[in-house]
């Protein structure tokens, strides 16, 4: 037997993620898609900032990045390099799977930052809306956590849908109604019982995580329980999604 | 031109793949020698692709032994791929790449330290110097599985797992790779090739393996198994030119019908 030596996962993970952050630096007309939506509604909800708050719009918008990011981004990304063979290419070599999500997944804890310090920017600059230190660092980590809700449920979709054209259909219709009824059930728009149950949905958790840690004084019970339930959802995506989850789509 | 050397890369004994009830490979046992080429023919659906992808350890073989460079691929998996260089049948790499990219990426994940200088060499040695700025997808398929081929090689594996290279490329481009094949087979290297070219496996391997329903049903020389052959009735019904070829031999083996 000859002596052979294995990369380091330092080396491995390196090397992932330049060509991680190579390719998405190349498909950055779609990075710049995310970064436009909550952007432009901000932009748009302008007026509601008196009405509701400044924590109210900005979470909001940041909710819509962080699903376009799971949902639109990370699940489709998946997809398409599962059924091209690119996992299953990078599987032959002397790696472990761990080095290969996780760089995946970097890549979009990356996009995670830049959505939210994009909404931050705007809504200093277009809505005159200025946390305080505290909020903005509670508005970054509740980013990260309500951001994993939405990369487990890419995920699990991904576990379940095994073709690329169709798990592109179902993010699509999932966006648009976690969006929709979650914009307008926050609005007050669509009945008490769909208030309610939006309310305690993917949607409704993240963004009243994010709405109250950028107001930290305004934390309370159900602030907690909240972030226990989103919590909670992105276990119960992730556990579908890896458990499910197929390397090849054939 | 070298001889194969006693030392066996590849090992596989009583290998068995199921698919629920459908038994995919049953008892295949073949080895490959370094400095060797050998072939794994078959029909479609003989179990040629499910042999290769428990060798590369993306599934689960129900029982068997399978060794590369005398690493247990089920006890040791990354110190078995880490000997093995695998060039698939798909173009699986990501498409936004460049194939300097490409070529940095899985010299990384290989623990391959990769100079500028190195880089240009390797570009060169596959005539693609002009191209290194080129997406994957830009590339001709001959460029593509010139791409393919030098990943497959990057580490310098003892084992190198090559699943139909020559299909759909020119005959320059098939005559070029079949010349990189014997390159590699006079470094030492050990080459398991499938193909559905018979003209192939007569043209480059050594030794080869004609599997049909899972089963191994003969491997020999590809001369030996036509001299073998020449006088089964079956075989010489289905001979078109007037001389037996190993074409000749494996219909006769397998059968006429067209398989899925």
Same mark, same amino acid.
């Given at each position: 037997?000859?002596?052979? /030596?294995?990369?380091?996962?330092?080396?491995?993970?390196?090397?992932?993620?330049?060509?991680?952050?190579?390719?998405?630096?190349?498909?950055?007309?779609?990075?710049?898609?995310?970064?436009?939506?909550?952007?432009?509604?901000?932009?748009?909800?302008?007026?509601?900032?008196?009405?509701?708050?400044?924590?109210?719009?900005?979470?909001?918008?940041?909710?819509?990045?962080?699903?376009?990011?799971?949902?639109?981004?990370?699940?489709?990304?998946?997809?398409?390099?599962?059924?091209?063979?690119?996992?299953?290419?990078?599987? #032959?070599?002397?790696? *472990?799977?761990?080095?290969?999500?996780? $760089?995946?997944?970097?890549?979009?804890?990356?996009?995670?930052?830049? #959505?939210?310090?994009?909404?931050?920017?705007?809504?200093?600059?277009?809505?005159?809306? /200025?946390?305080?230190?505290?909020?903005?660092?509670?508005?970054?980590?509740?980013?990260?956590?309500?951001?994993?809700?939405?990369?487990?449920?890419?995920?699990?979709?991904?576990?379940?849908?095994?073709?690329? +054209?169709?798990?592109?259909?179902? *993010?699509?219709?999932?966006?648009?109604?976690?969006?929709?009824?979650?914009?307008?059930? +926050?609005?007050?728009?669509?009945?008490? *019982?769909?208030?309610?149950?939006?309310?305690?949905?993917?949607?409704?958790?993240?963004?009243?995580?994010?709405?109250?840690?950028?107001?930290?004084?305004?934390?309370?019970?159900?602030?907690?329980?909240?972030?226990?339930?989103?919590?909670?959802?992105?276990?119960?995506?992730?556990?579908?999604?890896?458990?499910?989850?197929?390397? $090849? $789509?054939? | 031109?070298?001889?194969?050397?006693?030392?066996?890369?590849?090992?596989?004994?009583?290998?068995?793949?199921?698919?629920?009830?459908?038994?995919?490979?049953?008892?295949?046992?073949?080895?490959?020698?370094?400095?060797?080429?050998?072939?794994?023919?078959?029909?479609?659906?003989?179990?040629?692709?499910?042999?290769?992808?428990?060798?590369?350890?993306?599934?689960? %073989?129900?029982?068997?032994?399978?060794?590369?460079?005398?690493?247990?691929?089920?006890?040791?998996?990354?110190?078995?791929?880490?000997?093995?260089?695998?060039?698939?049948?798909?173009?699986?790499?990501? %498409?936004?790449?460049?194939?300097?990219?490409?070529?940095?990426?899985?010299?990384?994940?290989?623990?391959?330290?990769?100079?500028?200088?190195?880089?240009?060499?390797?570009?060169?040695?596959?005539?693609?110097?002009?191209?290194?700025?080129?997406?994957?997808?830009?590339?001709?398929?001959?460029?593509?599985?010139?791409?393919?081929?030098?990943?497959?090689?990057?580490?310098? %594996?003892?084992?190198?797992?090559?699943?139909?290279?020559?299909?759909?490329?020119? %005959?320059?481009?098939?005559?070029?790779?079949?010349?990189?094949?014997?390159?590699?087979?006079?470094?030492?290297?050990?080459?398991?090739?499938?193909?559905?070219?018979?003209?192939?496996?007569?043209?480059?391997?050594?030794?080869?393996?004609?599997?049909?329903?899972?089963?191994?049903?003969?491997?020999?020389?590809?001369?030996?198994?036509?001299?073998?052959?020449?006088?089964?009735?079956?075989?010489?019904?289905?001979?078109?030119?007037?001389?037996?070829?190993?074409?000749?031999?494996?219909?006769?083996?397998?059968?006429?019908?067209?398989?899925?």
């Amino acid at each position: 037997m000859s002596t052979t /030596t294995i990369p380091s996962n330092q080396a491995v993970l390196s090397a992932l993620l330049r060509a991680d952050f190579i390719t998405q630096w190349r498909n950055r007309k779609s990075v710049v898609l995310i970064l436009l939506i909550p952007v432009i509604i901000l932009i748009a909800w302008q007026g509601m900032v008196y009405k509701f708050g400044g924590p109210f719009v900005l979470s909001n918008c940041i909710t819509i990045g962080l699903n376009a990011i799971g949902l639109m981004g990370y699940s489709n990304a998946i997809a398409r390099d599962r059924d091209k063979g690119i996992f299953q290419r990078l599987r #032959v070599a002397p790696l *472990t799977a761990w080095p290969i999500m996780a $760089s995946r997944l970097m890549v979009q804890l990356a996009m995670i930052l830049l #959505v939210t310090t994009a909404v931050f920017i705007a809504g200093h600059y277009v809505d005159k809306v /200025t946390l305080s230190p505290a909020g903005y660092a509670m508005g970054f980590a509740m980013a990260f956590v309500g951001g994993a809700v939405y990369l487990s449920l890419g995920q699990a979709i991904v576990g379940l849908i095994k073709n690329a +054209e169709t798990v592109n259909a179902v *993010t699509r219709l999932v966006y648009f109604i976690f969006i929709m009824v979650g914009m307008f059930a +926050e609005l007050g728009a669509l009945g008490k *019982t769909i208030g309610d149950a939006v309310k305690w949905s993917p949607y409704g958790t993240v963004k009243h995580i994010l709405s109250a840690g950028m107001q930290p004084a305004t934390w309370n019970q159900h602030s907690s329980i909240a972030l226990l339930v989103t919590i909670g959802y992105a276990i119960t995506f992730a556990s579908v999604g890896i458990k499910w989850f197929r390397w $090849s $789509s054939k | 031109m070298q001889h194969p050397s006693d030392t066996i890369v590849l090992s596989v004994e009583g290998l068995h793949v199921n698919y629920g009830s459908f038994h995919a490979v049953s008892n295949v046992s073949f080895f490959v020698k370094a400095g060797e080429i050998f072939g794994l023919l078959g029909p479609n659906g003989a179990g040629k692709t499910s042999t290769l992808s428990a060798i590369e350890g993306l599934l689960q %073989p129900q029982a068997g032994t399978i060794t590369v460079a005398g690493y247990n691929v089920k006890e040791n998996p990354l110190h078995a791929r880490a000997n093995l260089g695998v060039q698939l049948q798909a173009t699986n790499f990501q %498409p936004e790449l460049s194939v300097a990219e490409i070529i940095q990426l899985y010299a990384g994940i290989h623990g391959v330290a990769l100079t500028k200088e190195r880089l240009q060499e390797i570009l060169i040695s596959i005539k693609l110097e002009d191209a290194a700025k080129k997406r994957f997808g830009q590339l001709s398929g001959g460029q593509q599985q010139r791409v393919s081929l030098i990943i497959a090689m990057i580490h310098n %594996p003892q084992l190198v797992l090559l699943d139909e290279p020559t299909t759909g490329l020119d %005959p320059q481009s098939r005559r070029q790779l079949w010349e990189r094949m014997e390159a590699m087979r006079d470094n030492n290297h050990g080459i398991l090739l499938t193909t559905h070219s018979m003209e192939e496996a007569e043209a480059v391997c050594d030794r080869i393996a004609i599997i049909d329903h899972g089963r191994i049903i003969v491997s020999d020389t590809p001369q030996t198994l036509i001299d073998q052959h020449r006088d089964n009735p079956e075989v010489i019904s289905v001979s078109r030119r007037g001389k037996i070829t190993l074409e000749d031999v494996f219909i006769g083996l397998t059968g006429r019908t067209v398989r899925s």
